[in-house]
């Protein structure tokens, strides 16, 4: 689906890594389960026959639109003003961590998230620039389906949704809360121009991750389940429901920052 450049490769694997090696695998619950030395993960999916079926159209759609839109765009448009892009979005999602890092009575994290926020808007021409990583201050990136996460609501049946891809029931109902609370939705009224905005976000993204699909490719004999449980264990991971073995770099998509240029 993506070129297999080796660059590219290793993007790819430092961003499903965050998930394949995050530490021991899920029970059905979202609780590790191990086996001895080795952990064994059991997804809870009962609508595996649907979500195949989504999973192959969402792959459909990419190929045919999806990726297609965002290689021109990664084409055409500069990388300098792509990861200012980048960047302003982080920046836009740093202010919603800051209200589900408050909801969760996470201190550091909604201290961060303000002074984040607050920073790269005022000195970083609305986010364009990310002066917060320059200075040290760490990402504590969260959603509302973390948010009810920390307060005990498990995770429910796996669900693989149209065009917007892979979520849980919880993470589901989460995104209808987080897209509510999202400064586009809530700040941008005329209503060409918020679309607009949704559009150059979701290109962004996946300009920003067309590196990931060839590790699929490559490693991956069945890659509905290779995709459900990267998801579901890194989704478990950032709920703080595993440990991971060793520290992980940030997201280059949500740390501002773009995969290397391909060789």
């Given amino acids: 689906m993506t070129p297999t450049d080796h660059s590219l490769r290793r993007l790819g694997a430092s961003l499903l890594g965050a998930a394949l090696l995050a530490g021991p695998a899920l029970a059905q619950d979202g609780a590790p389960a191990a086996s001895g030395d080795l952990a064994v993960f059991v997804a809870n999916d009962p609508f595996e026959g649907f979500n195949r ?44 961590s800051f209200v589900n890092n408050l ?14 926020f607050s920073v790269n808007t005022v000195l970083g021409f609305g986010g364009l620039l990310d002066i917060a990583t320059e200075a040290g201050v760490q990402r504590h990136k969260q959603d509302f389906g973390l948010t009810m996460a920390r307060w005990g609501m498990p995770a429910g049946p796996y669900l693989m949704v149209p065009v917007l891809g892979p979520y849980t029931v919880r993470d589901g109902a989460g995104f209808i809360v987080d897209w509510q609370g999202d400064r586009v939705t ?20 996946r300009a920003n991750l067309l590196g990931v699909s060839s590790v699929l490719e490559f490693a991956a004999l069945d890659k509905y389940t290779f995709t459900r449980d990267a998801y579901l264990q890194m989704r478990a991971q950032q709920a703080g429901q595993v440990r991971p073995r060793k520290k992980q770099a940030d997201d280059d998509t949500d740390a501002g920052r773009l995969p290397p240029e391909e060789d």
Avoid: C, H
């Fill in 53 to 96: 079926a989504m999973f192959r159209l969402n792959e459909d759609l990419d190929d045919a639109v999806f990726k297609p839109v965002a290689t021109a765009y990664k084409d055409v448009v500069p990388r300098p003003a792509r990861l200012g892009v980048t960047n302003a979005f982080a920046n836009i999602g740093d202010a919603w």
């Fill in 186 to 205: 809530r700040k941008v009224d005329d209503v060409a121009v918020r679309n607009s905005l949704y559009v150059l976000r979701a290109v962004d993204k």
């Fill in 103 to 116: 909801l969760q009575l996470n201190v550091e994290g909604a201290f961060n998230s303000a002074v984040r």
